[in-house]
């Protein structure tokens, strides 16, 4: 039900009516903005500091353009509750039932106010001047917006769209939103730099925007609405690229998110009155905690180690270690094609790397593993989370990781499937020097098992129950899955045959050789995208023999926030329907 | 045979003996380097421009500098050549039979003095920032030096490179070799901050390496090897990051390279006295000409096409295009990242990119691919050249380029097999909007044949011949070995069936799916790494039947500057071997 009849949001149906609100409506707007992000996110969770600080800025902007024939890019697009309230789309956020109808990201498919998928930083830029010169090549008019932050501008693709934005002649206008997002973390670099300009009104030598060429204009106040129209007013129709740097609080209409930016950047359900999570902390074990358990005691053993975060240490919560070993400790910031050449010159001159990232934002940094890590071969040891089949958004599709990484040559890609051999494998990894290892955290709760080996230089599968007829191959996290399917067949008097096979990445060809024999079935199981991942390297081994081999993972297609249980249904991977779909096979054999 | 015995360079054996040099034979070793860079690119080809321009500044840190005590890191490392002949391996310039006894990059495997396998840019100042926090982490003592060019420092990981560089506390020196690489082709950007600092002796505003809080000095002349002896005197031992900007002259010491010193970045082999090519110009048929010339007819009618390059534009000699249709050309600088996201703007706004890129140079752009061109589905086309098992260096394999492709969902990655197909798949592309296409420039020789398709929505493989018992599928430019190997079994009595798959991404079930009932054996054919690739694909499809296949392709594997002969005898990639292969398990069904 809509909760709150009387805001003036109910009235707005789009831009034009943003035109006609007065002042005062602007900042009444304004407040039922901030009070419905913090609503809704404390009822289902999302990201709550970019979007109370950008309030001001995307008021002005429906005020002041005509969207959508002026057009607004949106970096990373975490900031668009507001662009979304104010075009057409405030139902989803008055009305609690409606919550899940308007999506966290843009979307061109649910407005023709938004333009893209868009869930990875440091984007908008480099989108923003391709259509502006599309606009040029075709003849069009129209303003081109983009809006970026400060924790994106690290991002490499950021900073060559600065420069290139630097070259272009045409109508372009980048919003800097400046929240200081960085700015508890951070000391030197760039960040040092932005601060001189905020302390200087702009004025400041050594601007960065300058630097590219870019005409500039700083904004000191870009939470006041009148000051943010009369800025936008003024670059509205400029006919070459300016930046406007905006100085904005992130987080601003909350008291918690202020004393707190980076906790409530993105925020879990809680208690409006305090901030307090809705869910209990949970005590459970996580594989996160056993990895810097173990990190820990290495460096407490004195082993050279350098825990790496390309931005992400929430993810894992690295928080712990750079508390406890600073020196044993780097956040790179948003800069994931560094953090992994940057590893491997650590690695280079003794130290020992170990390189934090979710599957997703990995792939910033494929040629970086191919050509200065796995080429080179030099021991970096990367922990690579969330490389799974998943309900996220499609923008955070994390099930691509072993098409990326198992066919890279030199590198090894483990796969534990319990506790005890996620800890051996980390061990081994980083005691070892004659290549990188690259290590899948295990989804899900964790489990306990025994170790399939101490050693991994050369990859032995492990057979854990030889069976005959029908062999299960279980990869990682979904050996457990082999397990149950395993029990599955056995109802029907089937005694299949279970396989640890370790890496993700090498074959141990002598025990998958021995199946041809008395095996009539392969099965082989994995948490990813099928397409170029563990199953097809299977398959070509098998491929000229008389074996037969069954395939279950995800299918090569984007899934926007499907929920887990419709596409394991989809891709067959519950325990009865893999069990069935063998005894399919097996019967017309 | 050493054809200069007389040459001071045949008494240094390293870095000892340079700082024995007087400067008058600091300035005679400078003339026999040049002599030696020119004369070796002469015979079999290699960088000039580079070499030549870094001569003095190699000199002074040898002088200066105690290597490998202190270490220094070359960017791309096509500059290194001088390093190379002061550091013990001046034999491989003065000596023509011994030309290819040193390799044209730093390599680890050849002296203590380099450190990387390294050929693609923008990496160093991550390596040596990573070199120098190993160096504190476990107390060794030296300095840390990085040397990147003005072309290198448009790439992203360059920025985010000095970002963490500004924020880093210890000593390391990053010289900024500043030979105007891009001067002809760039207006705005950083390129014009860089000129404004040149022209005021450093003094500019607006400097981008202290907006990144670096400190920093300027050389005017970085030709003159005791300005560069003092200049890295000053800063030997430095207790901070700083940036030494210094300016040097491309090609310095050949009149043909100063005279256009794009064409002289690399150069087969010439005529010293004219610099005149030895191999006269081809006037054979090209792919790159096929694709610019269906183009140019694009442009003509009115498409909105914008042709776009990140700094490669000789790979295709996409100079015709700039000159006839310069409103229609964009050359990003190297940007891969921003070059994929920047076209999928274009496109999102109405214009038609045509991105063109090197297989192996692509790598850069991965999650942009996934990210920003596949999710988003916008029809943006890409031209992937040297997809294609090579005799390259290891550090530009370009075999990766299916796995990285064809596991993407929503591209249609197309493998034409001829000519009219490429144009055919070309025209296609252009005009449809419902996907990203990228197109597979074939390699070798031009061939001429019949179309499969006009239109490619549905992919639809083209039977060629059919016949029975094996089915051979040639992928792209190996149909043509696919029809030799159908060839050399006819001659036993085997009438295979011959099929072009025409797309690397997507199988024709239907028709795969028919090779179930009369036919034993598949066999796959693809000019590319195997593992994740084309072939692996098939197998999964036919896994669950009766079907064998045999894969044929690259391994998965660094190969370094092997024959291709070699190459292709290992991977079994004769018709003769394919034959033999198919034969043997025919005789085991």
Redesign the interface.
């Known amino acids: 039900m809509n909760l709150h009849p009387d805001y003036l949001l109910n009235q707005i149906q789009g831009p034009a009516d943003v035109k006609k609100l007065s002042v005062d409506q602007l900042h009444q707007v304004a407040d039922e903005i901030r009070h419905l992000v913090v609503e809704k996110d404390a009822a289902i969770g999302g990201h709550l500091g970019p979007n109370l600080g950008i309030v001001e800025t995307t008021l002005a902007f429906h005020y002041v353009f005509d969207s959508p024939h002026d057009?607004i890019?949106w970096d990373i697009s975490h900031q668009s509750y507001p662009h979304k309230m104010l075009t057409g789309r405030a139902y989803g956020f008055l009305d609690n039932e409606r919550y899940h109808d308007v999506t966290p990201y843009s979307n061109?498919d649910e407005s023709p106010h938004d333009?893209?998928?868009?869930?990875?930083t440091s984007?908008s830029i480099?989108?923003?001047?391709?259509?502006a010169?599309?606009?040029d090549?075709?003849k069009?008019s129209g303003n081109i917006v983009a809006v970026i932050g400060d924790g994106s501008l690290?991002?490499?693709?950021?900073?060559?769209?600065l420069?290139?934005?630097?070259?272009?002649?045409g109508n372009l206008i980048i919003i800097f939103n400046d929240n200081q997002m960085s700015i508890d973390d951070?000391?030197?670099?760039?960040?040092?730099?932005l601060t001189a300009l905020r302390e200087s009104n702009g004025e400041a030598?050594?601007?960065?925007f300058?630097?590219?060429?870019l005409d500039y204009k700083y904004i000191a106040d870009g939470n006041d609405v009148e000051t943010m129209i009369h800025a936008l007013e003024d670059v509205k129709g400029i006919a070459h690229p300016i930046v406007l740097h905006v100085n904005t609080v992130k987080g601003l209409g909350y008291a918690p998110a202020l004393a707190d930016e980076e906790a409530w950047h993105w925020h879990s359900p809680f208690k409006i009155e305090d901030g307090s999570d809705v869910a209990p902390a949970s005590d459970a074990e996580n594989y996160d905690q056993i990895i810097k358990d173990e990190l820990g005691r290495q460096i407490e053993a004195g082993q050279?180690l350098?825990v790496i975060t390309a931005a992400v240490p929430g993810v894992f919560g690295l928080g712990e270690i750079k508390a406890k070993y600073p020196?044993?400790y780097?956040d790179?910031?948003i800069?994931?094609?560094?953090s992994v050449?940057?590893?491997?010159?650590?690695?280079?001159?003794?130290?020992r790397?170990v390189l934090f990232q979710n599957s997703t934002?990995f792939?910033?940094a494929?040629?970086?593993v191919?050509?200065?890590m796995?080429?080179?071969r030099y021991p970096v040891v990367t922990i690579v989370k969330n490389g799974r089949i998943s309900d996220d958004s499609?923008?955070h599709?994390s099930d691509?990781d072993l098409?990326?990484l198992?066919?890279?040559?030199?590198i090894e890609y483990l796969a534990p499937t319990n506790a005890e051999e996620l800890v051996a494998m980390l061990q081994w990894a980083l005691t070892q020097t004659e290549k990188p290892v690259i290590i899948r955290e295990p989804a899900g709760e964790v489990t306990h098992g025994p170790i399939s080996a101490t050693a991994f230089n050369q990859i032995k599968a492990q057979v854990v129950h030889q069976g005959k007829e029908v062999a299960i191959i279980g990869l990682g996290d979904f050996f457990a899955l082999g397990q149950a399917a395993a029990a599955e067949l056995a109802k029907d008097g089937i005694d299949a045959t279970l396989i640890n096979p370790v890496s993700a990445s090498t074959l141990d060809e002598a025990t998958l050789g021995q199946l041809v024999n008395d095996h009539q079935v392969v099965v082989t199981l994995e948490n990813a995208?099928?397409?170029?991942?563990f199953?097809?390297?299977v398959?070509?081994f098998?491929?000229?023999?008389?074996v037969?081999?069954?395939?279950f993972g995800a299918a090569?297609?984007?899934n926007d926030v499907v929920p887990l249980a419709e596409l394991y249904d989809r891709y067959h991977l519950t325990p009865t329907q893999i069990a069935t779909d063998v005894k399919a096979?097996l019967k017309n054999l």
Request: hydrophobic content about 35%; aromatic content about 10%.
């Open positions: 057009k890019v061109q333009y893209y998928r868009v869930g990875h984007t480099a989108l923003a001047v391709g259509m010169k599309a606009r090549l075709t069009q690290s991002g490499g693709m950021a900073l060559e769209g420069n290139n934005a630097g070259k272009y002649d951070v000391n030197g670099g760039m960040f040092d730099q030598p050594n601007n960065l300058k630097a590219m060429g050279p350098m020196a044993h780097d790179v910031d800069a994931e094609q560094y050449t940057y590893a491997t010159g650590l690695a280079e001159n003794g130290a790397p934002f792939q910033r494929y040629d970086q191919i050509h200065d796995a080429l080179n499609s923008t599709q691509f098409a990326m198992s066919n890279v040559p030199n995208s099928m397409s170029g991942g199953g097809e390297h398959d070509r098998f491929a000229p023999t008389k037969r081999v069954l395939n090569k297609e984007f096979v």
